[in-house]
């Protein structure tokens, strides 16, 4: 019966995830996809040589997987998933017909680096500049939490 | 569905997890009181949000829901004196939601002592600007060529309080509408214009908070140049920190006691769900986890005892250990690894 109400009690609070802030969630989320995925690979791996580059892939996996409400996430994880194939732009001219109206001289500047970051957002190129700017935001909140625990890694590593 | 209307605001904590500075970091033209959006009463909740595709992406931001936002979100709106009579309540449920307001701010008591102090009930938020207000957006509301005349006609005729604002929302109409101001042309396609620029601009707002030291710059231009470089150094020092981890990761060992040491506090408050990761990984309670689990158990005051009841019984039979020792001896501030430390016996 104990057990019963313990389990009961599991139940509640499982439905409750958004009383933490969601930089936490993300944080947890990120190292329990990072770590383990770092494990295998140590495990996996005989000769000590990790390659730098499936460190890295892990590593934007665990980010995609950790924030997997944005819309960058899932570019990212496709990115990943078509793994060594580098990922040709779609046309940047998504920006240009979008920024078309507000062009001006000034604007031409503006143009230029909403390009620009779009190429830096994954899955920039297929977004409008208001989805970009808004996933922008979110994709730096989340680049600095990767690398705050990534920092928090290595340091206990060393 | 367009936009041609009113400008929503969102939540100023929008983009990103800072609830707490909701409503102080946005600002539209000169509707400083207009810091909010609703969600519209007629109970469908969000219909088609306009700015973020992503529905979760707003729960995740703003983490209101509908329901629960009207108390004080109709209060706010009194503030704002919009009408909510049943015509607008009708075309309310034909529009789209803009944006939620951030519950966990409370009320928008910053806002509402600025204009009428006392909505009491839920179906008048009035005073005169209402009638002209019903009106106006009545106007609005119908078609844009019939709304752009009405508009010149009602905003000449209203009052200078609606002079300097430049959007105004209503909760029970989901579209963001945008109103002219004084000598701005009024057809449909500037107003749609107009509504999306003020869109893009409230983001560049968000934005420039997000990133340490745009407060200061001016323009948009140079804002995105901060933007732009901010986001390449921070995939930079990804890159490098995952080098790193790559040329360590060999002698690794995933100690959790050095992980969790070197975990700094500020990533985890110690709000840290103990039940959940109960739930996601059940199975796999070990000993020293249940260390951790128990010193995290302690830290967050305010949930304590729900963890406490839910743990000790459970882990209970795996350790006698004294509960009050172990919280003291561990090092604190690294909750955040406990999903860490489940995963580790993988």
């Given at each position: 019966m104990?057990?019963?109400?313990?389990?009961?009690?599991?139940?509640?609070?499982?439905?409750?995830p958004?009383k933490?802030p969601?930089?936490?969630?993300?944080?947890?989320?990120y190292?329990?996809?990072l770590?383990p995925?770092?494990?295998?690979?140590?495990m996996?791996?005989?000769?000590?040589?990790?390659?730098?580059?499936?460190?890295?892939r892990?590593?934007?996996?665990a980010?995609?997987?950790s924030?997997?409400?944005?819309?960058?996430?899932?570019?990212?994880?496709?990115?990943?998933?078509?793994?060594?194939?580098?990922t040709?732009t779609t046309s940047?001219?998504?920006?240009?017909t979008?920024?078309?109206e507000?062009?001006?001289d000034?604007?031409?500047e503006?143009e230029?680096?909403?390009?620009?970051?779009?190429?830096?957002?994954?899955g920039?190129?297929?977004?409008?500049?208001e989805?970009i700017?808004?996933?922008?935001?979110n994709?730096?909140?989340c680049?600095?939490?990767?690398?705050?625990?990534?920092?928090?890694?290595?340091?206990?590593?060393? | 569905?367009d936009?041609s209307?009113?400008?929503?605001?969102?939540?100023?904590?929008g983009l990103l997890?800072?609830e707490?500075t909701?409503?102080e970091s946005?600002?539209?033209g000169?509707?400083?009181?207009?810091r909010?959006m609703?969600?519209?009463e007629?109970g469908?909740g969000?219909?088609a949000?306009?700015?973020?595709?992503?529905?979760q992406?707003?729960e995740l931001?703003?983490?209101?829901s509908?329901?629960?936002?009207?108390?004080?979100?109709l209060?706010?709106?009194?503030?704002?004196?919009?009408?909510?009579?049943s015509?607008?309540?009708?075309r309310?449920?034909?529009?789209s939601?803009?944006?939620?307001?951030?519950?966990?701010t409370?009320n928008?008591?910053?806002?509402?002592p600025?204009t009428?102090?006392?909505?009491?009930?839920?179906?008048?938020?009035k005073?005169?600007?209402?009638?002209?207000?019903?009106?106006d957006?009545?106007?609005v509301?119908?078609q844009?060529?019939r709304?752009?005349?009405r508009?010149?006609?009602?905003?000449?005729?209203?009052?200078?309080s609606?002079?300097?604002?430049s959007?105004?929302e209503n909760?029970?109409?989901?579209?963001?509408h945008v109103?002219?101001?004084?000598?701005?042309a009024?057809?449909s396609?500037?107003l749609a214009?107009?509504?999306r620029r003020e869109?893009?601009?409230?983001?560049m707002k968000?934005?420039?908070?997000?990133?340490p030291?745009c407060?200061k710059?001016?323009?948009t231009?140079?804002?995105l140049?901060?933007?732009?470089?901010h986001v390449?150094s921070?995939?930079?020092?990804?890159e490098?920190?995952?080098m790193?981890?790559?040329?360590?990761?060999?002698?690794?060992?995933?100690?959790?006691?050095?992980?969790?040491?070197?975990?700094?506090g500020?990533?985890?408050?110690?709000?840290?769900?103990?039940?959940?990761m109960?739930?996601?990984w059940?199975?796999q309670?070990?000993?020293?986890?249940q260390?951790?689990?128990?010193?995290?158990?302690?830290?967050?005051?305010p949930?304590q005892?729900?963890?406490?009841?839910?743990?000790?019984p459970v882990?209970g039979r795996?350790?006698?250990?004294?509960?009050?020792?172990?919280?003291n001896?561990?090092m604190?501030?690294?909750?955040?690894?406990?999903?860490?430390?489940?995963?580790?016996e993988?």
């Amino acid at each position: 019966m104990e057990r019963q109400m313990i389990n009961k009690k599991k139940r509640v609070f499982s439905f409750e995830p958004t009383k933490l802030p969601p930089s936490e969630v993300f944080t947890r989320k990120y190292i329990s996809h990072l770590v383990p995925a770092l494990k295998k690979l140590n495990m996996g791996k005989s000769s000590p040589q990790i390659n730098q580059l499936t460190v890295k892939r892990e590593v934007d996996k665990a980010l995609a997987l950790s924030a997997q409400e944005f819309a960058w996430s899932r570019f990212l994880l496709q990115k990943l998933s078509s793994s060594n194939n580098p990922t040709t732009t779609t046309s940047s001219s998504s920006i240009q017909t979008q920024i078309l109206e507000r062009s001006n001289d000034e604007d031409g500047e503006i143009e230029e680096k909403l390009k620009e970051l779009q190429k830096l957002l994954p899955g920039g190129e297929e977004m409008n500049v208001e989805e970009i700017l808004t996933e922008i935001g979110n994709y730096i909140k989340c680049l600095e939490l990767q690398t705050s625990a990534l920092k928090s890694i290595v340091q206990d590593a060393t | 569905m367009d936009l041609s209307g009113r400008f929503g605001v969102r939540s100023g904590g929008g983009l990103l997890f800072r609830e707490e500075t909701a409503l102080e970091s946005l600002h539209l033209g000169g509707g400083d009181e207009f810091r909010q959006m609703v969600p519209p009463e007629n109970g469908g909740g969000f219909t088609a949000l306009l700015e973020l595709p992503p529905t979760q992406a707003v729960e995740l931001l703003h983490s209101s829901s509908s329901s629960s936002s009207q108390a004080t979100s109709l209060h706010t709106l009194g503030v704002l004196a919009f009408p909510s009579n049943s015509v607008l309540m009708e075309r309310a449920a034909r529009f789209s939601v803009i944006a939620t307001e951030n519950q966990q701010t409370g009320n928008v008591s910053g806002e509402t002592p600025t204009t009428t102090s006392s909505v009491p009930s839920n179906e008048h938020i009035k005073t005169e600007p209402a009638e002209t207000e019903t009106s106006d957006q009545a106007a609005v509301e119908k078609q844009n060529n019939r709304c752009g005349k009405r508009k010149d006609f009602d905003k000449k005729a209203k009052g200078s309080s609606k002079k300097n604002k430049s959007s105004e929302e209503n909760e029970k109409l989901p579209y963001v509408h945008v109103r002219a101001r004084r000598g701005q042309a009024t057809d449909s396609h500037s107003l749609a214009e107009r509504a999306r620029r003020e869109k893009i601009n409230a983001r560049m707002k968000l934005l420039q908070e997000l990133v340490p030291g745009c407060d200061k710059i001016q323009g948009t231009a140079l804002v995105l140049d901060e933007i732009i470089n901010h986001v390449q150094s921070l995939q930079r020092q990804v890159e490098m920190l995952s080098m790193r981890l790559a040329s360590v990761n060999p002698r690794i060992d995933f100690n959790l006691d050095t992980i969790l040491s070197s975990e700094n506090g500020s990533l985890m408050d110690g709000n840290f769900n103990g039940a959940a990761m109960q739930l996601a990984w059940p199975h796999q309670v070990m000993e020293t986890e249940q260390s951790y689990h128990h010193r995290q158990l302690q830290q967050p005051p305010p949930q304590q005892w729900p963890f406490d009841g839910l743990n000790q019984p459970v882990w209970g039979r795996e350790e006698d250990q004294d509960h009050g020792n172990d919280h003291n001896s561990l090092m604190v501030g690294s909750a955040s690894l406990h999903p860490n430390q489940v995963k580790m016996e993988l």
